[in-house]
């Protein structure tokens, strides 16, 4: 019997862009699944490729983007669909809550008519009495008190958590099967972090979603996700369930990404940052991609790209991976 498929499969997507009569890699090589009421952080620093890769998922890369691999909904492909079958999984079966909330919401548009507009653009039989019901009740299910007033009001009239719950009742408003969160916490307080968290997960399970959690914050990933992909410089450099990542990582750089992480419990520990900063396109280094900041580098690190190197149920692109567990442990000092 032929096994059912995740909702979600990306199989070798790579994504590149030509600039000065050369073509320059953004993303390599990715493969990542994701199946209903899972979820998955992915993780690394800013241009790492984490938005790029989901972009693709939604259809939403610029035109001069060249892309190649493969990305399946359900069993259904999607590069490559036309723009209005697009536009149809868009809200429907993908729904994607953007990393800022004030430039995403229209700043001249009521709450409650942005809301009924992403309502309608995939229910055009549902009459206006219908549409007005049906968003009130959206903005109920996402917590935001006297959901019949804050209907007619405007976005600068929220406080950045109530935009943000606002955001992500636009995202669920036609019940998708997939939701991606770019950065959903990003310039919240650390209160306002914990309820969005704590909304995300709920609905998550009511609602039986996957959900793809775009990030740099390993402490969110780490109380919210199943599994974990860490991203550097365009392609996973390690993958796996969330416990088996955080306690064994095999990766300098998701070590480093660790030592570099404050612990909210436990010693007082001195954090240590990655030296250096990421390649761009136009300049990435020979061999592992990495090297240039990586305290175990070998000469085969410099000359040779690592492979998938498979311990357990998770995966490092590593030379080293056998020799590098239990490396995150930061040296502690007294309070």
Known sequence: ????????????????????????????????????????????????????????????????????????????????????????????KIGMIFQDPMTALDPVMTVGAQLVEAIHIHDRALAASGLRSRAIELLRQVAIADPEQRFDQYPHEFSGGMRQRVMIAIAIANDP????????????????????????????????????????????????????????????VERGPVREIFEGPRHPYTIGLMRAMPSHDGPLARLVPISGAPPSPAARPSGCAFHPRCPSAIPLCLATAPGPQRLGASMAMCHRAAETAGLAEPEHHAS
Request: charged share 25%.
């Open 1 to 92: 019997m032929t096994p059912r498929p995740k909702l979600l499969e990306i199989s070798g997507l790579s994504m590149a862009i030509r600039a000065g009569g050369r073509e320059l890699p953004l993303v390599r090589h990715l493969d990542l699944e994701l199946d209903r009421g899972e979820v998955l952080g992915l993780v690394g620093e800013s241009g790492s490729g984490k938005s790029l890769s989901m972009l693709s998922v939604l259809g939403l890369l610029p035109k001069r983007a060249q892309v190649r691999g493969s990305v399946r909904l359900d069993g259904q492909e999607l590069l490559g669909l036309p723009e209005r079958a697009m536009q149809r999984i868009r809200g429907k």
């Open 177 to 236: 099967d997939l939701l991606i969160a770019d950065e959903p916490t990003t310039a919240l307080d650390v209160t306002i972090q914990a309820q969005i968290v704590e909304l995300l997960d709920r609905l998550r399970r009511e609602r039986n979603l996957a959900l793809v959690l775009i990030t740099h914050d390993l402490g969110l990933v780490a109380g919210l996700a199943d599994d974990v992909a860490i991203m550097y410089a365009g392609e996973i």
